[in-house]
Nanobody, 125 residues
Framework: QVQLVESGGGLVQAGGSLRLSCAAS????????MGWFRQAPGQEREFVAT????????YYVDAVKGRFTISRDNSKRTVDLQMNSLKPEDTAVYYC??????????????????WGQGTQVTVSS
């Protein structure tokens, strides 16, 4: 069993920044591809960003490209999401997810092995 715990959410004004972090309990964290997702009120959960188990090949949904950066530190068992130039439409609960695989090219075609509990991000206009 792997536990994922997100932190770093909060309230920020439009144009501001937040850094989310996801801490994993898995000793084999380096064997998991990691992803960030978000769910806004009344909407389905959507993919935001992903990174392979070596920290290479990050990929982002178009809406956040150039503003968000995903990174990981396998020695600390963490995956972070740096969010800059935040917009009100980024308001959502953000979740991290783990899949026992080197890389997940299409999260919609698979089922994550583990989810975190989520952290709220609210961007005011």
């Amino acid at each position: 069993q792997v536990q994922l715990v997100e932190s770093g959410g909060g309230l920020v004004q439009a144009g501001g920044s937040l850094r989310l972090s996801c801490a994993a309990s898995a000793r084999a964290f380096g064997n998991y591809a990691m992803g960030w997702f978000r769910q806004a009120p009344g909407q389905e959960r959507e993919f935001v960003a992903t990174i392979g188990w070596t920290g290479t090949t990050p990929y982002y949904v178009d809406a956040v490209k150039g503003r968000f950066t995903i990174s990981r530190d396998n020695s600390k068992r963490t995956v972070d999401l740096q969010m800059n130039s935040l917009k009100p439409e980024d308001t959502a609960v953000y979740y991290c997810a783990a899949k026992f695989a080197p890389l997940v090219n299409k999260w919609s075609a698979t089922v994550p092995d583990y989810w975190g509990q989520g952290t709220q991000v609210t961007v005011s206009s």
